[in-house]
């Protein structure tokens, strides 16, 4: 585990974000956010130090629950480019907000999650209750104007922009391929090859978002 990622012990968090996420479920059955940021910016790490000052009034669902399986990049012959934009389910991952949006009366919503332990997405591993008042969706390319993912925007009451200085972001991504088996060469190979060009697709949309969320490991905050 890499100090970017799900690890939120001594983590602080400003007041300011999570007054402004409490915010959204005013005056709305249900608030959807999305947290977008270049590959290794730390986005399920402020995920779950959001979830963890909230409690219980939030869910957390990852765009990366949407990864095509292992099986199918190979088939398509995409699998060195495992992360780009069209290595993911877009369309159902717009459906899947689109239910979150306006869920059915009582209806329990079942989100894919992604596991880097064995590198592939499990069905139905998320759940939504019917009572749940804030979404929060994190992911890459939220803020895309290319098909399918144009269609997110409009699903989320607010998107927020996870920046992190790039030496240290890739700092990370390089630890995080590490832990999960790749060498120190394979693993910088791959930020330059793969990560590096999407973290630049995604960086071009950091104008379209809401807020810009600015944080070093330690402390979560609006900048």
């Known amino acids: 585990m890499t100090s970017s990622e799900n690890d939120i012990s001594g983590l602080m968090i400003d007041e300011a974000v999570v007054t402004a996420a409490r915010a959204l479920v005013r005056d709305r059955p249900r608030a959807l956010l999305g947290l977008v940021g270049a590959p290794g910016a730390g986005k399920s790490s402020v995920s ?12 957390v669902v990852p765009m990366d629950g949407y990864h095509l399986s292992n099986r199918e990049l190979a088939r398509l012959g995409r699998a060195d480019r495992k992360g780009a934009p069209d ?20 209806e329990t919503v079942y989100a ?11 069905a139905a591993s998320i759940a939504v209750l019917p009572d749940t008042p804030l979404v929060v969706t994190e992911g890459n390319y939220l803020l895309m104007e290319t ?3 144009d269609q997110v925007r409009a699903m989320l009451d607010e998107v927020w922009y ?19 088996g790749r ?10 090859s793969t990560d590096r060009p999407n973290a630049e697709q995604i960086e071009a949309t950091r104008s ?3 807020r810009i969320i600015g944080w070093d490991g330690a402390c979560i905050r609006f900048i």
């Open 48 to 59: 779950e130090a959001l979830l963890d000052r909230l409690d219980d009034g939030m869910q």
């Open 87 to 106: 290595t993911f389910d877009g369309a159902g991952y717009v459906s899947l907000l689109a239910r979150l949006r306006a869920p059915q009366a009582g």
């Open 112 to 122: 894919p999650g992604f596991y880097r332990e064995i590198e592939e997405p499990i």
């Open 147 to 149: 098909s399918p993912w």
């Open 162 to 180: 996870v920046e992190v200085g790039t030496e240290l972001r890739e700092q990370w991504l390089v630890e995080r391929h590490m832990s999960f």
């Open 183 to 192: 060498s120190e060469s394979e693993a910088r190979a791959w930020v330059a």
């Open 208 to 210: 379209r978002a809401d």
